[in-house]
């Protein structure tokens, strides 16, 4: 007697579709967060489950003890792009399932290297686990899971973990990229000073006629790097750069703080010309070789 009634539920259910199936409304929604420092891209797959007045999250919702994925349903995943470490701990390049112990004072955090395991499934002991011990701290209520980066810089990031009135903060270090050098024969043919001038119309916002002042750019060695130092560039800009080549008298600047790199211009080329044995100047160029500054040796 019911046989018709299941037939009629298949047919409405093929009529609907999967993409109008796939528009249901789940309590615990999926994110998704990357963050890229130094050419190493992290990221985080995960479910944001809410607190909903459930008493205490952890030693009530996920009790002491318990292996469970900071998250929902599918496992929570951690991704990187290259070898990272993750509070001192190596993290070979790949893609992780994400699990934590918690416990009343230090927990543990482990990855298994299978990522597509649900969260019923929590893994048993393996030796190809990476694990770690974390510290939490109280923070301020957060109701929905969330993973942030508060801080990133060119060695790594901050990777905090949040929910209910606990955090969990991680550190995760990245490989620094290989950076070309310049030789001593080649350093010697750039060192000295150039009157460097802007190409082109003034820049937006400027009044008509209106040209940035000229500039002098004061280029050094310092043993590894080319070091240049721009003389008159309007206040509160950056005035420090090292060059790090890109091809054969060919450079991006980096701008300098504290002699430490903290941002490349990887769109912009400094490229020389070379003339017995040394640089008659330098033109600064941009995105489809746009012409932006041109420089000339004055010493």
């Not at 993290?91 to 990522?115: A, C, T």
């Given at each position: 007697?019911?046989?018709?009634?299941?037939?009629?539920?298949?047919?409405?259910?093929?009529?609907?579709?999967?993409?109008?199936?796939?528009?249901?409304?789940?309590?615990?929604?999926?994110?998704?967060?990357?963050?890229?420092?130094n050419?190493?891209?992290?990221?985080?797959?995960y479910?944001?489950?809410?607190?909903?007045?459930?008493?205490?999250v952890f030693?009530?919702?996920?009790g002491?003890?318990?292996?469970w994925?900071?998250?929902?349903?599918?496992?929570?995943?951690?991704e990187?792009?290259?070898?990272?470490?993750?509070?001192?701990v190596?993290?070979?390049?790949?893609?992780?399932?994400?699990?934590?112990?918690?416990?009343?004072?230090?927990?543990?955090?482990f990855l298994?290297?299978?990522?597509?395991?649900?969260?019923?499934?929590?893994?048993?002991?393996?030796?190809?686990?990476?694990?770690?011990?974390?510290i939490?701290e109280?923070?301020?209520?957060?109701?929905?899971?969330?993973?942030?980066?508060?801080?990133v810089?060119?060695s790594?990031?901050?990777?905090?973990?949040?929910?209910?009135?606990?955090?969990i903060?991680?550190?995760?270090?990245?490989?620094?990229?290989p950076?070309?050098?310049?030789g001593?024969?080649?350093?010697?043919?750039?060192?000295?000073?150039?009157?460097?001038?802007?190409?082109?119309?003034?820049?937006?916002?400027?009044?008509?006629?209106?040209?940035?002042p000229?500039?002098?750019v004061v280029?050094?060695?310092?043993?590894?790097?080319?070091?240049?130092?721009?003389?008159g560039?309007?206040?509160?800009?950056?005035?420090?750069?090292?060059?790090?080549?890109?091809?054969?008298q060919?450079?991006?600047?980096?701008?300098l703080?504290?002699?430490?790199?903290?941002?490349?211009?990887?769109?912009?080329?400094?490229?020389?010309?070379?003339?017995?044995?040394?640089?008659?100047?330098?033109?600064?160029?941009?995105?489809?070789?746009?012409?932006?500054?041109?420089a000339?040796?004055?010493?």
């Amino acid at each position: 007697m019911r046989a018709p009634h299941v037939t009629s539920l298949i047919v409405a259910l093929i009529a609907i579709g999967p993409a109008q199936l796939a528009g249901q409304v789940r309590g615990s929604e999926r994110a998704t967060i990357s963050q890229a420092s130094n050419g190493t891209t992290v990221t985080i797959d995960y479910a944001r489950p809410h607190v909903r007045d459930r008493g205490p999250v952890f030693g009530g919702l996920v009790g002491w003890g318990h292996v469970w994925t900071p998250g929902a349903n599918e496992a929570t995943t951690f991704e990187a792009t290259k070898d990272v470490t993750i509070n001192g701990v190596p993290v070979p390049q790949g893609r992780y399932s994400v699990w934590m112990i918690p416990n009343q004072s230090n927990w543990e955090l482990f990855l298994d290297p299978r990522p597509d395991l649900y969260h019923t499934q929590p893994p048993e002991p393996r030796a190809d686990h990476i694990r770690l011990v974390v510290i939490p701290e109280e923070s301020a209520h957060v109701e929905a899971l969330t993973f942030e980066f508060p801080l990133v810089d060119p060695s790594g990031m901050a990777l905090r973990f949040r929910w209910g009135a606990t955090s969990i903060p991680l550190r995760i270090d990245v490989p620094a990229p290989p950076v070309r050098t310049v030789g001593n024969a080649e350093a010697g043919t750039l060192v000295g000073s150039y009157a460097m001038t802007f190409a082109g119309p003034p820049p937006p916002g400027a009044p008509p006629g209106a040209m940035p002042p000229p500039m002098t750019v004061v280029l050094t060695f310092d043993g590894e790097r080319m070091v240049g130092a721009i003389e008159g560039s309007p206040p509160g800009l950056p005035n420090e750069f090292a060059l790090i080549p890109v091809a054969d008298q060919v450079f991006n600047p980096a701008w300098l703080m504290n002699g430490e790199v903290f941002e490349t211009e990887v769109d912009m080329f400094f490229e020389f010309s070379i003339a017995d044995g040394a640089a008659t100047g330098f033109d600064v160029r941009g995105l489809e070789d746009r012409l932006m500054m041109r420089a000339r040796r004055v010493r």
